[in-house]
């Protein structure tokens, strides 16, 4: 079965704290892997997708990277404004779906 | 450049009362769309996509129905409301093999 677990479900840090938000995956074939934020009360905006192992991209102070298993978004030197919740999403080439974790909320504190 | 407006924001209903939430995509062609429910504290969960006009796949069986009279338009309906169907909805585009992209929602709540 298709499954996407993100951890941890939620982070405080303090401005400028740097960590790694976490997104497990498992799929009968991956054609692509998301990264979103969403803020309070809005839809998701599109960040990253990432499509082989070994593949990385960057964005201000976020950089996500993937694996076989696994993606990471490092997030450098946050700001308050950094503060959303981050969904990972894979594609099931096998189902053609896209299947979401339940997300990390960050709250980075000035 | 391409935008996705849902409307409304925000929509108090009481239970058994019809639903009507509609979603429209500007600047692209033959977009698949798709319906969500977001769950407090929890993921996206897939309620219908549509790659073309009158074609739906419902993914959950449930109260909920929906449609695409144009091809980028795409509505979501109930005749009888439940207090479960509260929820966030979101409406989503994408062209094949790129990114979905997301409206920015209409909160329910069911009384």
């Known amino acids: 079965e298709d499954q996407v677990t993100q951890s941890p479900e939620a982070l405080r840090l303090q401005e400028g704290e740097s960590s790694s938000l976490n997104c497990s995956y498992t799929?009968?074939?991956?054609?692509?892997l998301f990264w979103y934020r969403q803020d309070p009360g809005k839809g998701p905006e599109f960040l990253f997708t990432?499509?082989?192992a070994g593949e990385e991209k960057e964005k201000e102070r976020l950089k996500a990277t993937l694996t076989k298993k696994e993606s990471f978004l490092h997030i450098t030197a946050p700001k308050p404004e950094d503060s959303a919740t981050y969904l990972c999403?894979?594609?099931?080439?096998?189902?053609?779906?896209?299947?979401f974790g339940q997300g990390t909320t960050l709250q980075v504190k000035p | 450049s391409q935008t996705i407006h849902q409307w409304p924001a925000t929509l108090v209903q009481p239970v058994g009362s019809p639903l009507s939430l509609e979603c429209t995509v500007e600047?692209?062609?033959?977009?698949?769309l798709y319906w969500y429910r977001q769950a407090a504290g929890r993921g996206l969960q897939l309620l219908f996509y549509?790659?073309?006009?009158?074609?739906i796949s419902s993914e959950v069986p449930q109260n909920l129905s929906a449609s695409r009279p144009q091809d980028r338009q795409f509505i979501l309906s109930s005749k009888k409301l439940l207090l479960s169907d509260s929820g966030f909805y979101l409406c989503?585009?994408?062209?094949?093999?790129?990114?979905?992209?997301f409206g920015d929602g209409t909160r329910l709540s069911i009384l």
């Open positions: 989503a585009w994408s062209v094949r093999g790129k990114p979905q992209h």
């Open positions: 799929v009968s074939g991956l054609r692509g």
């Open positions: 990432l499509y082989s």
């Open positions: 999403a894979v594609l099931s080439s096998n189902t053609g779906k896209l299947i």
């Open positions: 600047g692209t062609s033959n977009p698949n």
């Open positions: 549509s790659v073309g006009i009158g074609q």
